[in-house]
């Protein structure tokens, strides 16, 4: 079966440039607000587009396809490290991640969105991590 983490990596790329972006502002500058907006909204579409493509590259792990379907986010990323596609401190930060992005649903302000930022550059790699792993279940 064939994974397609094209968009994944795109929007991975687009987060890492977002990212790239902050420094050249300062805080009160109209473009920090866009870039950092931009670089909350990615980490959200990055995250949901990994949980959704980790859930297909576990289903050759289960019975059937309806039992990788049924699992939660966090379950997903559990499997992943107790079947050894990602690594138990990778499975922890990703766990942290979504909870995280839980509270980016229900909380605003810049304070937030600055606890968001410093996540990022780990953030940042292990989705890439993660989007290699889920392409080389491709061939499984």
């Not at 994944?8 to 473009?31: F, G, K, S, V």
């Not at 995250?47 to 019975?63: D, N, T």
Request: with cysteine; hydrophobic share 40%.
């Amino acid at each position: 079966m064939n994974i397609n983490t094209e968009y994944l990596m795109r929007c991975i790329h687009t987060l890492q440039m977002a990212l790239a972006q902050l420094p050249q502002y300062d805080e009160n500058d109209i473009w920090y607000d866009i870039y950092r907006a931009a670089c909350i909204k990615e980490f959200e579409l990055v995250l949901e587009q990994s949980g959704s493509l980790l859930k297909k590259r576990l289903r050759p792990y289960f019975a059937s396809n309806g039992q990788a379907d049924q699992l939660t986010f966090k379950n997903l990323f559990r499997h992943a490290a107790k079947h050894g596609l990602i690594s138990v401190a990778s499975c922890e930060r990703w766990l942290e991640y979504r909870d995280h992005r839980n509270d980016t649903a229900h909380l605003y302000g810049a304070g937030f969105a600055e606890k968001t930022l410093a996540l990022l550059p780990q953030f940042i790699a292990d989705a890439a991590e993660l989007a290699l792993v889920i392409g080389e279940g491709a061939d499984d």
